[in-house]
């Protein structure tokens, strides 16, 4: 859902305060979460319905260990299409879709068109990733970084900005 910049202005402190701490902690109890911005736990909760609704809470999620689950291997693909038209963009976004080793896709303004994130365990199987990757619709050439480490990687929304 988009919310426009004006909208989010509408936050206040403690509105801007539950966010926070739900990004950190999605199983947070309400209890919890109400000692935790000052309020008692009705309006609180009241509070996190009302985001809900309005579209600021999307939902909730578990964050995995990819270490654990053997994907810890992870590369980053400048993709150029052949055409940049509509029907194009169309046909990679379902194709894209459907790729499980394709955690992200960002269409980009510059030298390339789409910016992909991929998981996989090892070079191997990249190579396997990269394959498919180079058959979907319309790709013309991809240029390939792998990570060799993470220095720094945020799941949250930087709150403070609307400071």
Partial sequence: MKINKQSSRALDRIDRAILSVLQQ????????????????PSPCLERVRRLEADGYIEGYSAILNAQFLGLSKVAFIQVTLDHTTEDVFDKFKVAVAESPHIVECHMVAGGFDYFIKVRFDDMDNYRQ?????VKLP?????????????????????????E
Avoid: F
């Avoid at 902690?25 to 008692?40: A, E, F, P, W, Y």
């Avoid at 990733?129 to 990757?133: K, N």
């Avoid at 013309?140 to 403070?160: C, F, N, R, W």
């Fill in 25 to 40: 902690q999605g199983r947070i109890s309400n209890v919890d979460l109400s000692q935790r911005v000052h309020l008692s």
């Fill in 129 to 133: 990733v990269l394959e498919q990757v």
């Fill in 138 to 162: 319309h790709v013309s050439q991809t240029h390939t970084y792998v990570v060799i480490e993470e220095v720094k990687s945020e799941q949250g929304i930087p709150l403070a900005l609307l």
